[in-house]
């Protein structure tokens, strides 16, 4: 990180060396709580922005797993996929449950 001296002769023998390292060491314990703090809002940020989404977020996940696994549909029909006229979806258990 470079050289931390406070006089010409190459040590920390002059009469500022303790304070400039007093200070040193408080700017670098500082520098650090804020750094944290500021990752803390921005992961705090992205978590409220994800929960303000969360039902698109949901059925967007439902659509990625589908189009995901859509190579399998030759397996599940046997091959005679022109013949299907549906569209295959994915539900949790709750979303069944709900409509009862």
């Keep these: 990180m470079g050289q931390f001296t406070a006089s010409s002769d190459g040590g920390n023998k002059g009469k500022f060396g303790a ?3 007093i ?3 408080g700017t670098v314990l500082v520098l650090f709580i804020l750094f944290l703090n500021m990752l803390v809002a921005i992961m705090g940020n992205t978590f409220n922005t994800r929960v ?6 949901i059925i967007q996940d439902h659509l990625l797993f589908v189009v995901d696994n ?3 549909l030759n397996i ?3 091959w005679k996929t022109k013949r299907v ?15 009862n």
């Excluded at 303000?52 to 977020?57: M, V």
């Design 19 to 21: 304070i400039l390292w």
């Design 23 to 25: 200070l040193f060491v």
């Design 52 to 57: 303000k989404i969360l039902d698109e977020s």
């Design 70 to 72: 859509w190579h399998l």
């Design 76 to 78: 599940a029909f046997l």
């Design 85 to 99: 006229k549906y569209i295959i979806t994915a539900f949790f258990k709750e979303d069944e449950d709900d409509e």
